[in-house]
Each structure stands twice: as structure tokens, then as C-alpha cells.
């Protein structure tokens, strides 16, 4: 077992729940693709009294502890005996970075104020874009690294930011620099994507109030399609040669964008070589998943609308159906999104926090994972794939990430518990001993 005698790094009697269809598999066959739900791994893809290496932060090996020798190996090689170890979690859908809060607006609401009111008096989604605004990137750092930190506490390895609440060239690469740094800060992954197409800004409303100070000039075209050109020509064309920017995202919605309007942007990000994702069926069924999709989309998100009837794009693309119960939740929403439709049809299913200060100001992604068995009826093994191999393929990181097999990234988990379910089941109490990232370990 040279695999082990060689390793950096070693785990001696563990559980595994590999999350993969190659469980036990010593290639790296088994990351080419997410977990459907409907086709998942029995029971985890379990396997019981393991050992793992880990060389140049990679899994190097994986077998039965019956066939390591374990008195040949370097004592200063064994990082920990015992638990169970998962992938590390990821958060595929984020709106992490962003200065001013809306607590006050959460008041409002549940006294009954309308949405419409707390707009019309400052509140609200344009709150959010003065705010960030205002704030200078140093200041979008520094609040944005207890957000990440909290998720990171948790045991997410890898995440994803969004822009889309600066809505100005300048304002949207801003926060798409602060992603970046915090990824170069700490110890984890961070997928970047262009929002700019998340809401109109109040320079482009013929209702301009002059309060929002602009770059843009008194003579601008007003109207949606107007911005929808900023963001195709200028907001994508930037992000990219920049290199700020993974994928580009869109809020398609009847208070967001139409579909004609989003199939623009895809056709623009297409030309750049950015991957597509989109904010669809939230709120009305737009078929923008559908639209999303047949442009190559790794995920549509929300679906609370969405048509079970009419998911043939999304099996044809793999297409990732991201579900958010955070939003779900906060905003007391009843409208389920068809999840056994989802699971019928074999479309992976993943889950992430959404966490954004309007609709989801919720950093626990094991809170999602319990909500989404609670509130969408996923099982616990549903839920732990919603946020390792499915998360990974709806950021397209499927291959490096997301699953135990020989060959992934060594993002690893280690948890004091008695079974998986466990992670979707009990909130609050400690259970993570040990984050690994890229081989490297932190104590938890």
C-alpha cells in the first residue's frame, strides 16, 4: 500500500459517506457527474471502517482498513482516527457580499406594512443598492467576512457569490472584486457570478429620484431594454476580461426580466465563454428555466413555479435544479416547487442558503438541508447530495469536487456523529471535528 506509505496526509478507521455512484472506486471515474436524486447511491455510497490518504491535496487512495499495514506508516502522516467523513459542503447559490441591513424592512413587514410602501419610502432591494453603493471595497470585505466565516464554521469548502446590487459598471465589478478577495483570503473556493441583470436601477426608471448618486449621465435612455443593453455590452464584455466573473446570472421574473430579455444576456454570455445560470420561476412560470437550459444553463434556481410537465431541457442539458428554502421560508411562501416531479425525471437537486439581506439573511446550509427535508420533503441523503456532488455540478466543478473518490480535491469533513441523516436531522450542536481543504486541516 504505497498509497499510504507516500501520503501527506492519512485517515485511519473512518465511515465514509463518498457521495458517489463509484463508491470505492480507486479512479476518478466516478466525478464526471452530480447525483440525481432519483438515482442516488444506496445509503450515501457508505463505506464502513476506511482509511483515506491524501497527497498534494488530492484523495490518493482509498481502501479497507483490513488491507492497511497500519504500523508502516509515518506516525507524523496520521491526521485522524475515527467519525465519519463526507465531501465538504458548498453553497451554490450566494449573495454574500453587501453593506447595509434590512431588519428594519422585516419589522415593517410583519406589522403589515405593504412591500410596495417600504419601496416607495427608500426600503427594499434600491436600500440595498444605496448602501453598496456607497461602500468602498475595503468596507464590502470586512462585512462580508463574518457571513463567509459562519458558513465556513459549518464546513462549506467551496461557494458561489453573486453581484447585483451595485447595477453599475463600476458598482458590479466592485463586488465581484470583493468575491475574489475573499477567495484568495481564506481557505475556501469561491465561484464568481454577474447579477447585473438582478433589477432595474432607479437611473434607468422613468420615477428617477435623483437621491442615487450615478455614473451615468441625465441624458440616458430610460426602460429595462435600455440596461439590458449595459449589461450585454458593457457589464459582461468587463467581467470577463477582468476575469471577475465565472458564470452570468439572471432574475427572470414580472418584477425582474422578461425571458426576451434574459435570452440576450445568455447569448452574451455565451460570447464571452461565461457559463449561464438563472433565477427562474420564483414568483410566475416565465419558462425561463426552460430558456435557461436550452442555452446550456448549470442550474435554474428557486422553481417554486416551475411547469413539472415541461422538464425535458433540463434532463437533456443536466441541468442543475437548485432549490432555495431559506427564500421559501422567510418570505412565508406556500407555493411548493415540484420536487417529485424533479426526482421522476432524474434532475440532480441541490440546495444552498441564498443568503442575501432581503429574502434569506440565513448562513447555515445545514439549516437548509433540514429545511429542505422539512419544507420540500427531501430525504436526509437527498439533502447531503444537495449540497456536495449536486452543488458541485451546478457550479460546474463536478470533476475536482464534491465526492470521496481517488482523484477529487481533498475537501473533506470530518463529523463526531452516528450516521449521515444526522447532518440534516440536529441543528445547533457541534458535530464538525475537523474542515480539510485541499488537504490541509483546521480544527474545528
Request: charged share 20%; with cysteine; net charge negative.
Amino acid at each position: 500500500m504505497n498509497d499510504f506509505r507516500d501520503a501527506d496526509k492519512v485517515w485511519l478507521d473512518l465511515d465514509l459517506a463518498t457521495m458517489s455512484s463509484a463508491a470505492g472506486s480507486d479512479t476518478s471515474s466516478g466525478m464526471s457527474s452530480g447525483m440525481s436524486a432519483n438515482k442516488s447511491p444506496a445509503t450515501y455510497g457508505m463505506q464502513q471502517s476506511m482509511a483515506l490518504a491524501v497527497k498534494n491535496g488530492r484523495i490518493s487512495a482509498i481502501a479497507p482498513m483490513a488491507v492497511v499495514d497500519e504500523p508502516l506508516l509515518p506516525k507524523a502522516s496520521i491526521a485522524g482516527r475515527g467519525g465519519w467523513m463526507t465531501p465538504g459542503l458548498i453553497d451554490c447559490h450566494t449573495h454574500l457580499v453587501f453593506a447595509g441591513s434590512r431588519a428594519e424592512e422585516f419589522e415593517q413587514r410583519l406589522q403589515g406594512v405593504p412591500y410596495a410602501q417600504i419601496a416607495r419610502e427608500g426600503g427594499g432591494i434600491l436600500s440595498t443598492v444605496r448602501a453598496t453603493r456607497a461602500a468602498s471595497e475595503q468596507q464590502l470585505f470586512d462585512l462580508a467576512v463574518p457571513r463567509l466565516q459562519a458558513l465556513m464554521r459549518e464546513g462549506v469548502t467551496t461557494l458561489e457569490i453573486k453581484s447585483g446590487y451595485g447595477l453599475t459598471l463600476k458598482d458590479e465589478l466592485k463586488m465581484l472584486r470583493v468575491a475574489r478577495q475573499l477567495g484568495d483570503a481564506f481557505p475556501v473556493q469561491v465561484c464568481t457570478s454577474l447579477l447585473g441583470a438582478h433589477a432595474l436601477p432607479p437611473e434607468f426608471s422613468p420615477e428617477f429620484s435623483p437621491e442615487f448618486s450615478s455614473e451615468f449621465s441625465s441624458e440616458l435612455s430610460k426602460g429595462s431594454d435600455a440596461y439590458i443593453d449595459l449589461v450585454c455590452r458593457q457589464m459582461i464584455p468587463a467581467a470577463a476580461e477582468q476575469k471577475l466573473a465565472d458564470a452570468v446570472d439572471v432574475f427572470c421574473e414580472g418584477i425582474g426580466f422578461s425571458a426576451a430579455q434574459c435570452e440576450r444576456v445568455f447569448k452574451a454570455a455565451q460570447n464571452y465563454g461565461l457559463a449561464i445560470k438563472g433565477h427562474t420561476e420564483q414568483l410566475s412560470d416565465l419558462k425561463g428555466s426552460q430558456l435557461a437550459a436550452s442555452y446550456g444553463a448549470l442550474s435554474v434556481d428557486h422553481l417554486e413555479y416551475l411547469d413539472a410537465s415541461a422538464l425535458q431541457p433540463l434532463v437533456e442539458n443536466g441541468t442543475v435544479a437548485v432549490l432555495l428554502p431559506g427564500a421559501f421560508y422567510f418570505l412565508r411562501e406556500t407555493q411548493l416547487p415540484p420536487v417529485q416531479a424533479l426526482r421522476d425525471a432524474g434532475i440532480p437537486m441541490a440546495v444552498a442558503t441564498d443568503f442575501n439581506p432581503g429574502t434569506s439573511p440565513l448562513a447555515s446550509l445545514r439549516l437548509m438541508m433540514n429545511m429542505a427535508c422539512t419544507l420540500f420533503r427531501l430525504t436526509p441523503e437527498e439533502a447531503l447530495a444537495g449540497v456536495t456532488c449536486n452543488a458541485a455540478q451546478a457550479l460546474g466543478l463536478s470533476d475536482d469536487t464534491g465526492k470521496l473518490v481517488v482523484g477529487a480535491r481533498a475537501d473533506m469533513l470530518l463529523w463526531d456523529i452516528q450516521h449521515p441523516s444526522e447532518l440534516a436531522y440536529q441543528i445547533g450542536v457541534p458535530m464538525l471535528k475537523q474542515r480539510i481543504y485541499q488537504g490541509d486541516v483546521s480544527d474545528v
